[in-house]
């Protein structure tokens, strides 16, 4: 088994992190996951708007049209070499001005790469076994010790989007159907998931609607609001509305 190295000292990067609190109070994003329903979307009329992708967005077509605000990942494997080689090419292809989030983990191997030393790289630390579906609880405060969700977008992006003050989130191609018979799990063309099929379609999915509702509860407590602007999947835990809806809003 490959060991990972953790830094020693996160303290520096904890203070980098807190320049992100509050940073977008009372604003609205869009969470964008890497689903089937974004084939054929247009997300031109994002362009401009606060964004996070996540995973593999960097192979959509509209990339350079986004801009994408934020980059997360949280599943080791993406910095792998026998999963993922090209992983270090495929991250130079967001734009310069996106602002990346990977796991602290993983720090040396993104600095020995030729990401090098990007300047936009933020590195949160997650703890695996803190799983939120069976704690009810979720730690949004990213300069401290994530949990896991069983997703990025519960693992890292709704924590960093409460943290950054965002009053209003939209989901966005989160369809929330592994292993559900409806065919391909990706807008691109998929590659093997790092799980089987059983597992997306029993557990995975009880995992993450229910982590899910935990993130609902806790963005309710707040006056905050969680919506589902995905065409379609199975994410029933928040209140849907459509993109077009959604960006005519105030």
Known sequence: MQRIEIPVRHA?????????????RGDRCFVIGNGPSLRGRDLGPLAGEATFVTNHFYFHPQLR????????????????????????RNLARLPATTVLFFPVELQRRVRASALGQHPHIHYLRCDRTREIWRLGNMNV?????????DS??????????HFMGFSEVYLLGCD?????????????????PRRSTEY???????????????AKDLFDAGGRRIYNATAGGRLEVFPRVSLEEALRRV
């Open 12 to 24: 520096l990067e904890r203070r980098r992190l807190e320049l992100f609190r509050d940073r977008h």
């Open 65 to 88: 049209i986004l801009q994408p605000t934020y980059y997360c990942v949280s599943d080791l494997s993406f910095f792998g070499t026998r999963n993922h080689p090209d992983w270090p």
């Open 141 to 149: 405060d990213v300069t401290g010790i994530l949990g896991t969700g």
């Open 152 to 161: 990025v977008i519960l693992d890292v992006c709704l924590p960093l989007a």
């Open 176 to 192: 929330t159907d592994y292993g559900s018979g409806s065919g391909t799990a990706h807008f691109y063309e998929a590659t093997t």
């Open 200 to 214: 997306h379609r029993d557990a995975w999915y009880d995992n993450v609607t229910r982590s899910y509702t935990v």
